[in-house]
């Protein structure tokens, strides 16, 4: 018996079946076609903060010459 088996679990132990996070059907990517992802997802949201950014200081630019 297991203590932390929840009332009516009957697959314990060893008959108990195995959690597999990633599915079988998707194919393995190499470690570099991963980092190129990774790398990809956060050249990305750099140009999003520099596009931000440069908005933002026009948009203060303008506010600055319409006060003056």
Do not use: F, N, T, W
């Amino acid at each position: 018996m297991d203590p932390y088996a929840k009332p009516k679990e009957r697959k314990v132990g060893a008959q108990r079946p195995k959690i597999r996070h990633l599915s079988q059907s998707s194919e393995p990517r190499s470690r570099r076609e991963r980092q190129a992802e990774k790398e990809a997802v956060a050249a990305e949201r750099r140009a999003i903060k520099k596009a931000a950014r440069r908005c933002l200081k026009q948009q203060l630019l303008e506010e600055l010459e319409e006060d003056d």
